[in-house]
């Protein structure tokens, strides 16, 4: 299922935090994080793909992140 960015993390003050736990290859983020840019996640810089859609599949209540796509593809 694809997701709006902003629908999966909230933006304050520079920083980013999940607003569901999400996992990301092998990192799991949980909604009480928050990191900045530069912060990379199994080699991804999340702040790269800001705006962009997310391609993720919920399992067991967790998102698993499978893709990022530039809207409309």
Do not use: C, R
């Not at 902003?6 to 920083?15: K, P």
């Not at 996992?23 to 994080?33: A, F, G, R």
């Amino acid at each position: 299922m694809k997701y709006k960015f902003n629908d999966l993390f909230d933006e304050s003050d520079g920083t980013l935090m999940p607003k569901k736990t999400i996992k990301l290859k092998s990192v799991t983020l949980s909604p009480s994080i928050t990191f900045k840019k530069g912060v990379s996640f199994s080699g991804i810089d999340i702040f790269d793909f800001k705006d962009m859609d997310i391609e993720a599949e919920d399992v067991g209540g967790t998102l698993v992140i499978k893709g990022f796509y530039k809207h409309g593809q």
